[in-house]
């Protein structure tokens, strides 16, 4: 039998379940439950593993989309000592909070 079917009787158990309580008492019933639930969460988490694999593959395209340089930028300028030069390294995706105007 295939999984999906396993899954259908499942969701149809629990639709039963919950709109006939009486139900419930038949011990068959639980026994199905029972051996439809594995088969169940197995479809439950291919369908959110595909979902995320979806998301994933969209903010790749987004992430490649932008325009950011990843290289470190070098800098250096004059210091107030004498022969010592001031060398600066920054990465484009840290913003330094020292630097931002108050």
Known sequence: MSNLVY???YEVGLWLKQHYPLLARIPGI???LDL???YWIENRVDG??????KQVQ????VW???????????SEKPSQ???LTEMRLTAP??????????
């Open 81 to 83: 000592v004498e022969g």
């Open 58 to 61: 969209e903010l790749h395209k």
């Open 48 to 53: 959110t593993m595909q979902e995320v694999d």
């Open 30 to 32: 639980e026994a199905i």
């Open 7 to 9: 899954v259908i009787i």
């Open 36 to 38: 439809c639930h594995p």
């Open 64 to 74: 490649d989309a932008e325009d950011v340089s990843s290289a470190p930028v070098f």
């Open 93 to 102: 995706w840290y913003i330094d909070a020292s630097n931002e105007p108050d």
